[in-house]
């Protein structure tokens, strides 16, 4: 888990913070689990609802056919440190005749490559064979899975590791790059260097990188958000973010991994997978499409939200029961807001002013796409965080969500909050009548 206050790290692998798009249609679901009425406070408009998402960076690899062949890994050695010291010294005439020999829309494709790295705060960025995906018997091309590492300068504190596929050609005394791994059904883990031409944007905070216009605005934003999460969950996280904005959908969902949609996504928390055995770094995807229809409130929300995730490791988290995870994150981004309770809540409030409460707090599935109640979880588990600390103090809750991230959810009750789980739903079920009905 990311250094938050107090945690400690996990060696769970990272993990979804499962916070779930729905549609955009404003009479149901909300940006953050808010209800109809909560909604309009945050969107610059009513043409429909936007979401916030944590979700899980690792992008699955297509499946390759392995063929036998006579190339060994190190025999791209050569190619691959000329491309890594190209990178490094600026020398773009090197790092291009690296794919001299490629078809000129490859060549195109790495020139673009090539110029969105030099744009990069990089601390080092390399290239190493993993192994043979498919060598063509008549021609010798081989398609080989690429490992590349590489570190943001000032914000990574480990490698980041993204998998790439090249396919070498023959040639007297080496290999020469000739394409990559399309024609073989292999797709490359996406980055942010796969759009457009790239901007960095350093804040006071934050690091946010895209071909999106408008990046001066996101950092600002992000630098606002930090104190915000600082002030609840204290100084032991790095108070700093990465935030990427591409320009396009797909390029989004592809870093979001797993197929993800953000066409109703405002913005998610997510983990570039480590290289060796790093924890990762934590990054923020936002965008830009439907962060643009938040207000500044909105804007302000969804940032403190996903931050949250990044300071406690929510992103990574497989301990802390979700109610908590994506209660307190939204109990973090709605404090210091003038947003009612009954506005925030405006789905919730209807069913309990009608007789319906809740019997349990939400489990794991009420915050999945197919849950019919997903804007009430979100409601349930902020009243949740929020009647704790109410009841307790702000410091309490900050205490009971450390504690669940390293012991059992009835052991953090007990020792935060000295409550049973039955007697914590009876408290919070009183909870709700009160702020609700």
């Known amino acids: 888990m990311t250094d938050g206050p107090g945690q400690e790290e996990h060696d769970a692998a990272p993990d979804a913070a499962r916070s779930v798009p729905q549609d955009a249609s404003l009479s149901r679901r909300g940006i953050l689990g808010l209800g109809a009425g909560g909604a309009a406070l945050l969107l610059a408009g ?32 050569d190619i691959l440190a000329n491309r890594a010291r190209a990178v490094s010294r600026g020398d773009r005439a090197a790092f291009l005749a690296t794919v001299g020999s490629a078809p000129a829309a490859f060549q195109k494709a790495q020139a673009g490559l090539y110029d969105n ?7 080092g960025w390399r290239e190493r064979v993993v192994d043979t995906q498919h060598t063509d018997a008549a021609t010798g091309v081989t398609v080989v899975r690429a490992e590349v590492r590489y570190r943001l300068k000032g914000f990574d504190r480990h490698e980041v590791a993204r998998a790439r596929y090249l396919s070498l050609a023959p040639r007297s005394g080496g290999w020469t790059i000739v394409g990559d ?11 942010i260097w796969d759009g457009g031409p790239l901007t960095a944007v350093h804040g006071r905070s934050c690091l946010v990188v895209g071909d999106a216009s408008g990046l001066d605005g996101f950092a600002r ?16 996280w790095a108070q700093r973010a990465v935030a990427l904005v591409p320009a396009d959908a797909r390029l989004a969902a592809a870093l979001a991994g797993q197929g993800q949609d ?3 996504i405002a913005a998610l928390a997510t ?18 499409g439907t962060f643009g229809r938040l207000n500044a409130l909105g804007r302000d929300v969804v940032l403190a939200h996903e931050l949250t995730h990044v300071a406690t490791g929510g992103a990574r988290d497989r301990a802390t029961p979700l109610w908590l995870i994506e209660g307190f994150a939204d109990y973090v981004g709605y404090s210091g807001t003038e947003i009612t309770v009954r506005s925030a809540a405006g789905e919730l409030a209807r069913e309990v002013a009608a007789g319906r409460v809740p019997a ?78």
């Open 271 to 288: 983990v570039a997978p480590p290289a060796g055995e790093g924890p990762g770094e934590d990054r923020v995807i936002i965008s830009p």
């Open 221 to 236: 934003s992000l630098d606002a958000a930090v104190p915000v999460v600082t002030r609840v969950v204290g100084r032991g």
């Open 46 to 77: 009513t043409a429909g609802l936007v979401h916030a998402r944590s979700g899980d960076g690792r992008a699955a690899s297509a499946k390759a056919t392995r063929a036998a062949g006579s190339f060994h890994p190190d025999a791209a050695g």
């Open 360 to 437: 349990a707090l939400p489990d794991a599935a009420a915050f999945t796409g197919a849950s019919p109640r997903l804007s009430q979880s979100y409601q349930e588990a902020w009243l949740a965080c929020r009647m704790i600390a109410d009841r307790y103090g702000e410091a309490t809750l900050v205490r009971l969500y450390r504690a669940a991230g390293r012991v059992s959810e009835a052991a953090a009750l007990r020792d935060a909050l000295g409550l049973t789980r039955d007697r914590l739903t009876a408290l919070w079920r009183d909870y709700l009548k009160k702020e609700l009905r």
């Open 117 to 123: 790295l030099r744009r990069l705060p990089l601390d």
């Open 262 to 264: 953000l066409g109703a």
């Open 181 to 191: 791994g399309t024609s073989h059904g292999l797709a490359d883990d996406a980055e």
